[in-house]
């Protein structure tokens, strides 16, 4: 029996049950809808809605409920249409007539808000240790290779020398900052729509701070139409989920570069490649190539989200039940991506020979320059002085580094005293925070683990103790 079926006469169609069902969407927040339900009890209790032993009763069947849904022996059943109706309809098999009483001054509509609020915490705690987790693997590549040279690109076309760790803590930095956006997001979480009933709040006196704090939040969304209304809290997820995502395509793509057999900087694991069932030779970097190809459904996930928002009328619309389906597949898949990249990374294996024999002498180019500089030519001419080298060199097929002395001073007598360049003084004369030089390098690396360590503690206090 539907809680509303004494309004709605006559049986629903087959059709409009199977349609407007969310069991299976929601039955994940089951857990979360019974810590609700729990904090509800002792509300109505405290407001003397209903007595104090028989808000005992509830709250221990609803435990036991709790522990049926945990073990999986609670049943699902397809006529009772989303997760709030089977947990009632549980708690009245359990304590009768009394499970009835507990909806008196709530609504399906701000225990749905509540249910996906206090499940969009876990996702972002669980998140945001995975993001710790691959940022900890890409600092141990980077002290692994922490001499080897491999070109940087921009245009995708050779720019300067580069330590490999540059790179690599590259990524950690945009993971940094999801990291930081996902904490961010959580305190805007973190706010109860308790006791705002369907739309106008309740007329029982129910303590809407002490509902916050029994289920688990730490403060309350202030006005009751806003609080069973809007999904921004999912937007702000969904959105740092997809950037997330578009972080490691970005990542993605680099390892799929990087081990082709043109570039062959990287060997990627067996254990995360695949063969070809036709071409023998083949090595397929399949992981990379999904992640990059689901960060687009995840950016899917947020377009989805925001448009079901887009334009609905105050307050509750039936549309907000097709959330869940966007939220939980973006959730699931970055959390997923964040576990096979960290476990690639860890096995990553590159090539230093091979990444420091693939920078072009043309990549020294911005070294002779400074050079010039250094010995009073202004950058414009020093720069104009290089390309004409440059250009010299490639109609006569020759690096950059294989000029002689004298060519070199006749291009500018400034040249005269110049020790060689190579790869690694380009590298070693970079000095700004932040910058490729081994000493910058060292600093950057110090600086993330720290700052990993400072996250991976306010991660655990922002986690509910278990
Ligand atoms: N299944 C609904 C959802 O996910 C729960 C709230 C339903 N409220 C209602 N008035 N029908 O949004």
């Not at 705002?196 to 009751?224: C, K």
């Amino acid at each position: 029996m539907k809680t509303w079926q004494s309004r709605i006469k006559g049986g629903s169609s087959s059709l409009f049950e199977d349609f407007t069902s969310s069991v299976h969407q929601d039955q994940r927040l089951a857990p979360y809808d019974v810590m609700v339900s729990v904090a509800h009890a002792r509300a109505l209790s405290r407001a003397s809605v209903i007595k104090p032993d028989e808000a005992e009763q509830l709250v221990s069947a609803l435990t036991e409920i709790g522990e049926e849904i945990r073990s999986g022996s609670f049943t699902w059943r397809d006529e009772l249409e989303d997760v709030h109706s089977h947990v009632e309809a549980r708690l009245q098999e359990k304590v009768g007539d009394l499970g009835g009483a507990l909806h008196a001054g709530r609504s399906r509509n701000d225990q749905i808000a509540a249910d996906l609020r206090l499940y969009v915490k876990d996702a972002s705690l669980s998140a945001l240790g995975a993001i710790l987790a691959l940022q900890h693997a890409f600092l141990e590549l980077g002290r692994r290779y922490q001499d080897a040279l491999i070109p940087s690109y921009t245009h995708l076309q050779q720019a300067q020398p580069v330590l490999i760790a540059q790179p690599l803590l590259a990524h950690v930095s945009m993971l940094g900052r999801d990291w930081e956006r996902l904490r961010d997001g959580l305190a805007r979480t973190d706010r109860s729509p308790l006791g705002s009933g369907a739309v106008a709040g309740s007329g029982y006196p129910l303590d809407r701070a002490f509902l916050a704090q029994q289920a688990g939040f730490s403060t309350v969304i202030e006005n009751a139409t806003d609080a069973v209304s809007d999904r921004d809290f999912l937007v702000e997820f969904v959105s740092c989920c997809a950037l997330c995502m578009t972080h490691l395509s970005r990542f993605a793509e680099d390892l799929i570069l990087w081990s082709t057999q043109e570039f062959g900087f990287v060997k990627l694991p067996d254990a995360f490649a695949s063969g070809s069932s036709m071409m023998p030779q083949k090595k397929n970097p399949d992981v990379a190539e999904l992640v990059r190809g689901k960060a687009a459904l995840v950016i899917g996930d947020l377009t989805g989200i925001l448009s079901l928002i887009k334009s609905l009328p105050l307050a509750y619309n039936r549309d907000l039940q097709e959330d869940k389906t966007p939220l939980f597949h973006a959730a699931d898949t970055l959390l997923a991506a964040l576990e096979i990249c960290t476990a690639m990374v860890a096995e990553l294996e590159f090539d230093p020979q091979r990444t420091e024999a693939s920078i072009s002498s043309f990549s020294l180019a911005t070294d002779l320059a400074d050079y010039l500089v250094s010995k009073g030519m202004p950058f414009r001419r020093a720069h104009s002085t290089v390309a004409e080298l440059v250009a010299e060199c490639l109609e006569r097929g020759r690096a950059l580094t294989d000029l002689s002395a004298v060519e070199l001073e006749t291009a500018s007598p400034l040249f005269s005293a110049m020790p060689r360049p190579t790869s690694r003084t380009s590298v070693k004369r970079k000095q700004t925070a932040g910058s490729t030089g081994p000493e910058q390098i060292e600093a950057q690396l110090q600086a993330a683990l720290q700052l990993l360590t400072d996250r991976e503690a306010e991660t655990k206090r922002l986690s509910p103790a278990q």
